[in-house]
């Protein structure tokens, strides 16, 4: 399965944007899909991840409640909505597939597909 990562760009501070990943077939539902993001000079780190079957959703601390992550199955596609940005979100998100169970859904390497990133950047 290839991924496609799109619907970064520039925002002010307080504004929101809609990444966008696509995928080249059908997502299989037991895997999880993933949202990472790496600002310059800093490590990768988890955003927000669609568990198993989108039964529940994960977010990281410095996300949650603002960002907002969907699947929609029927066009392979899934959604990270981010509300509220930062000039600390400014980053480049990446997206990403596999067989990733629940406790290990903010570990990077448990995702086996991983899609091109795309560059946000919120200015403040």
């Known amino acids: 399965v290839q991924l496609q990562a799109s619907g970064g760009g520039l925002v002010q501070a307080g504004g929101s944007l809609r990444l966008s990943c696509a995928a080249s077939?059908?997502?299989?539902?037991?895997?999880?899909v993933g949202w990472f993001r790496q600002a310059p000079g800093k490590e990768r780190e988890f955003v927000a991840a669609?568990?198993?079957?989108?039964?529940?959703?994960y977010y990281a601390d410095s996300v949650k409640g603002r960002f907002t992550i969907s699947r929609d199955n029927a066009k392979n596609t899934v959604y990270l909505q981010m509300n509220s940005l930062k000039p600390e979100d400014t980053a480049v998100y990446s997206c990403?597939?596999?067989?990733?169970?629940?406790?290990?859904?903010?570990?990077?390497?448990?995702?086996?597909?991983w899609g091109q990133g795309t560059l946000v950047t919120v200015s403040s």
């Open positions: 990403a597939i596999g067989p990733v169970i629940h406790s290990m859904i903010a570990v990077a390497t448990g995702y086996h597909n």
């Open positions: 077939e059908r997502i299989s539902s037991s895997y999880t």
């Open positions: 669609s568990g198993r079957n989108g039964a529940r959703t």
